[in-house]
């Protein structure tokens, strides 16, 4: 055997022996070692670091929500200690409660419009299905219409029964034929479309009605309106339909007296005398009527100073009203004041205004007082 096959021999053998060395020394490696059960510890242990960093994360957030709550438990403390020294409510919703009680009253004191509205378009919708069933278009004057305006003056007559006990006293005195009806304008004339409506179901007379122009801009009511004869054209309209053999219904006091009169009933026309002109050029009588109790019912803030600034200078309607109290109504129509080609329009207003003040001192204890209209609604106080 030569050197280089001996050579290459023991290389091979070397080589053969080599690797069951390395093989052993890789098994052996880890006993040797620590290194893989450092591995595997950490793959056994890294559940356990993750629970603990959430751990850790929690009693962060909660060390955290605590501070906050303590601050906030603070402040609480502190805005009691500042609103309510005594600590009589103790806890928030006390403070709700009571801001509550006190906004109450508020709403119930002025809610009047928005029952008024209500009824108005409750009015206004029975009035659209009445004209879809019937199928009705236009002439809304015409006796097509009659169901439906009985239906409605049905549904005002019984709130008048029902809530303020509305009587009329008087009617034998209204004319046979076409006159001027005057009336007091209270803050909300109900008494009046109580009147209309009772004149209508017992008579069948139907009354027509001249109506502050910013009624008239109420959005949707425009049927309401047009069937019940409501208008606020001027002299020369309002004596057409006088002559045409209505009755017609004026305040003139207008909105002026509604927002700004008071419980002792003062008349504030002015110098308003067209109803005169209008009553002496169409030579129909003028029927004075006033009502019981109607300041007592509902009322405004007219004596507030910046109301009827803002009234004066604008001649807005804005004036709050309140009340809508159950009081006792009742409506006295006075002796009709014959046509009489002698006397002038100034002369036939103030005449009327005698008439009307007249009406209020018989009936109308002044100043008015809304405990003793209250019992006189339910009988235990009599009545004129």
């Known amino acids: 055997m030569t050197p280089g096959e001996r050579g290459g021999g023991e290389a091979r053998r070397w080589r053969g ?17 620590p290194l893989g059960s450092i591995k595997k510890l950490r793959l056994l242990l890294r559940p356990l670091c ?16 605590s501070s906050c709550q303590e601050n906030l438990t603070w ?23 009571l801001f509550l009680g006190v906004l109450t009253p508020f709403v119930l004191l002025f809610s009047p419009v928005l029952v008024v509205l209500g009824c108005i378009y409750l009015s206004n919708v029975i009035l659209h299905i009445y004209k879809r069933k019937m199928n009705l278009n236009g002439d809304y004057l015409s006796k097509m219409w009659d169901n439906g305006r009985r239906s409605v003056a049905s549904v005002w007559d019984i709130y008048g029964k029902v809530w303020h006990g509305y009587e009329v006293h008087g009617m034998d005195k209204l004319p046979e034929g076409p006159g001027l009806v ?6 909300f004339p109900l008494d009046y479309y109580y009147f209309v409506c009772r004149l209508y179901l017992q008579t069948g007379r139907f009354c027509r ?11 949707g009511i425009k049927l309401f309106y047009d069937v019940q004869g409501l208008t606020h054209d001027g002299r020369v309209e309002c004596v057409e339909i006088l002559k045409k053999g209505y009755l017609l219904g004026v305040l003139p006091g207008g909105a002026r007296e509604a927002l700004f009169s008071d419980e002792n009933y003062g008349l504030l026309w002015g110098r308003r005398t067209g109803f005169a002109h209008v009553a002496r050029d169409a030579k129909v009588p003028v029927i004075p009527i006033f009502t019981k109790n109607l300041r007592e019912g509902y009322r405004t803030l007219g004596k507030i100073w910046p109301f009827k600034w803002l009234y004066e200078r604008t001649r807005w309607p804005i004036v709050p009203v309140y009340g809508g109290f ?8 006075g002796d009709p004041i014959p046509y009489d080609p ?43």
């Open 17 to 33: 022996q080599s690797a069951p060395r390395k093989a052993r020394r890789r098994s052996l490696w880890p006993s040797a070692t």
């Open 50 to 65: 993750r629970l603990f960093r959430c751990k850790q994360k929690m009693n962060t957030i909660n060390i955290f929500y």
């Open 75 to 97: 402040l609480m403390d502190l805005l009691k200690k500042w609103m309510h020294p005594n600590h009589y409510l103790d806890y928030f919703s006390d403070y709700i409660i």
């Open 182 to 187: 005057v009336f007091y304008h209270g803050a």
């Open 209 to 219: 009605t001249v109506v502050d122009y910013h009624f008239s801009k109420i959005i």
């Open 326 to 333: 159950p009081v006792k109504f009742c409506t006295y129509i």
């Open 342 to 384: 002698n006397i002038t329009a100034e002369e036939l207003a103030e005449k009327t205004k005698a008439a009307m003040r007249e009406l209020r001192d018989m009936h109308q204890k002044v100043p008015g007082s809304i405990l003793k209209a209250l019992l006189e609604r339910f009988g235990k106080h009599p009545v004129d």
